[in-house]
C-alpha cells in the first residue's frame, strides 16, 4: 500500500468488502519496528460499522466547509514527539475569544483525555498505524477556493513522517478536496460484473477518472464470502440479480461461429483436404434416408434410360481442365447413405433459383470434382483452385417435370 490509498465504486458494488478482505485483514499477521521493538500493526477504523477485526475506533465528523471552524489548528506535535495524551481548550485569539485545543500534562487545569477524532489524527497517531475512513466525502468536502485549508487536511502531506497510511472509501474522487486528490496513489475502483459475486478492480498509480480505464491496470476479484461476517455492510442490503446485457446475447453466438470457423480454416482443411490425385473421403452428408427410387414410365423404364428418380439424374459433362462442369450453377446437399459400407451422398442441382436435377456424388468425382464433408450438413467442393462451400437445402423447392414420360407417370403434363 501506498501513503493515501484510495478505493473507490458506487453503492453495493463491493468496495468495503474489497478493502476488508484484502487490506485490513492482513494486517493481523503484520508487525512494524517500534523504537527497537516489534509490535502489531495497529488499525483505526473510522466509519466501517460492526467491524470485527481488531482496531480501535475514530470518529470521524461530517464537515460543512462554510461553518467548519479549525480548533485543533493550535494542537501541536511534531513527527518526532511522542503521541498526545492530554489537551485542553483554551483561549487562542484574544480579540475574538476563539477557543482551540493545545496539548497538556495531565494534572493541568481543564486537562483532557485526547481523543481520537479525524480532525487531530496527527496529535495521537503512532508509526504503524493504518487509518480506514469508509464515506470519506463527508469529511473532506471540496471548498471554495480562498478558503483557509483545515489542519487535518494540511498535515496530511506530512503523513508519511508519522508513519502512517490511510485508506480512503468513497464513491467518486470528485466528491473529495482537491488536496486529498493530489495527495492519493494508488487509485482503485471496485465495479460489480452484472449483479454477479464478480468483480474487475481498476487501478491507476495516482488518482484519476474511473472512466479512464484504457489507462488503469485491471484484474478479476471475486467476492470473498469468508469476510461477509467480518463487518455490518449496510441497514438495508441491496439485492443484485444477474443481468446479461442485450449485446451478449447477439456477441456470444458470435464469436462460437468465429471461433468454429477459424478451426475449420485451421484444422479443418488441412485434416481433412485429400490426397493429391485421389477422391476425398466422405462421410454421411446428412442423415440416412431412403435412397431415390427410379420412376417408371408406361413402358416400365426409366426415364432415359437409367435408374433415378422423379428429377431426373443428370449426367456430369466430359471433364475439361479449361471449364468447370457445373460453373454457374448452384449445388446444395440433400441426403446420404451406405451401399455395402461405401458412403454415397447425392445433391441438387439448382440454376435461377430453381431446382433442375440431381446429381450423384460419383458423378461429380467423375466429372474432375473432389467433395470434403466438414459437418452433417456442410462440405466442401474443390475443381481445380476452386472451391465452393455446400450447405444442405431441400429437394422440392420447385417442382418441374423430369420428362414427358415422368409426367404422365403422375397424371399431368407441364
Same mark, same amino acid.
Given at each position: ?24 485483514? +492482513?494486517?493481523? &499477521?503484520?508487525?512494524?519496528? #517500534? ?11 473510522? /466509519? ?32 518526532? &514527539?511522542? +503521541? ?28 483532557? +483525555? ?25 469529511? %473532506?468536502?471540496? @471548498?471554495? $477556493? ?22 480512503? @472509501? ?14 492519493? /496513489? ?24 474511473? &472512466?479512464?480505464?484504457?489507462? *488503469?491496470?485491471?484484474? @478479476? ?5 469468508? *469476510? ?5 455492510? $449496510? ?17 456470444? +453466438? ?5 471461433? #468454429? %470457423? %477459424? ?106 470434382? $473432389? ?44
Amino acid at each position: 500500500m501506498g501513503v493515501h490509498n484510495l478505493v473507490t465504486g458506487l453503492n453495493g458494488h463491493g468496495k468495503t468488502l474489497f478493502v476488508v478482505a484484502t487490506k485490513l485483514r +492482513p494486517l493481523a &499477521d503484520q508487525t512494524v519496528n #517500534y523504537k527497537g521493538r516489534d509490535i502489531p500493526r495497529r488499525l483505526v477504523n473510522g /466509519g466501517i460499522p460492526e467491524l470485527l477485526l481488531d482496531h480501535e475506533l475514530m470518529e470521524v465528523p461530517e464537515i460543512d466547509p462554510e461553518v467548519f471552524v479549525d480548533e485543533w489548528a493550535t494542537a501541536l506535535r511534531n513527527p518526532s &514527539d511522542p +503521541p498526545i495524551q492530554f489537551v485542553r481548550r483554551v483561549v487562542v485569539n484574544s480579540k475574538s475569544q476563539a477557543l482551540g485545543w493545545v496539548a497538556c500534562g495531565p494534572d493541568d487545569d481543564g486537562a483532557e +483525555p485526547n481523543i481520537c477524532t479525524a480532525v487531530n489524527w496527527w496529535t495521537w497517531c503512532a508509526p504503524g498505524d493504518v487509518i480506514v475512513i469508509d464515506e470519506c466525502q463527508r469529511l %473532506f468536502r471540496p @471548498m471554495a $477556493s480562498g478558503r483557509r485549508i483545515p489542519k487535518f487536511i494540511a498535515q496530511l502531506e506530512t503523513a508519511r513522517h508519522y508513519g502512517v497510511e490511510f485508506i480512503y @472509501m468513497t464513491q467518486h474522487p470528485q466528491l473529495l478536496h482537491v488536496n486529498v486528490r493530489n495527495l492519493v /496513489g494508488p487509485h482503485e475502483d471496485v465495479r460489480r460484473i452484472f449483479g454477479t459475486a464478480r468483480c474487475m478492480v481498476y487501478q491507476w498509480d495516482k488518482v484519476s477518472n474511473p &472512466d479512464r480505464i484504457n489507462k *488503469a491496470t485491471g484484474r @478479476m476479484w471475486q467476492h470473498d464470502k469468508t *469476510a461477509y461476517g467480518l463487518y455490518k455492510s $449496510s441497514q438495508l442490503h441491496n439485492k443484485f440479480s444477474m443481468r446479461l446485457p442485450l449485446a451478449a446475447f447477439v456477441l456470444i +453466438p458470435a464469436l462460437i461461429g468465429t471461433g #468454429y %470457423f %477459424f478451426w475449420w480454416l485451421v484444422w479443418g482443411r488441412s485434416h481433412h483436404a485429400p490426397a493429391p490425385g485421389a477422391p476425398a473421403a466422405v462421410s454421411t452428408a446428412a442423415a440416412p434416408s431412403t435412397p431415390p427410387q427410379p420412376a417408371q414410365n408406361a413402358s416400365g423404364a426409366s426415364p432415359g434410360g437409367r435408374t433415378g428418380s422423379a428429377w431426373p439424374v443428370t449426367e456430369a459433362d466430359a471433364y475439361r481442365l479449361d471449364r468447370e462442369p457445373y460453373a454457374g450453377r448452384g449445388l446444395q446437399i440433400e441426403g446420404g447413405y451406405e451401399v455395402n459400407g461405401k458412403p454415397v451422398a447425392y445433391f441438387g442441382l439448382v440454376q435461377d433459383g430453381q431446382r433442375i436435377a440431381t446429381v450423384t456424388l460419383a458423378e461429380l468425382v467423375h466429372a474432375g470434382y $473432389s467433395y470434403t464433408a466438414v459437418a452433417p450438413c456442410a462440405g466442401l467442393l474443390r475443381f481445380g483452385d476452386r472451391e465452393r462451400v455446400l450447405s444442405c437445402g431441400q429437394r422440392g423447392v420447385v417442382e418441374r417435370a423430369a420428362s414427358p414420360a415422368a409426367a404422365a407417370s403422375s397424371g399431368s403434363v407441364t
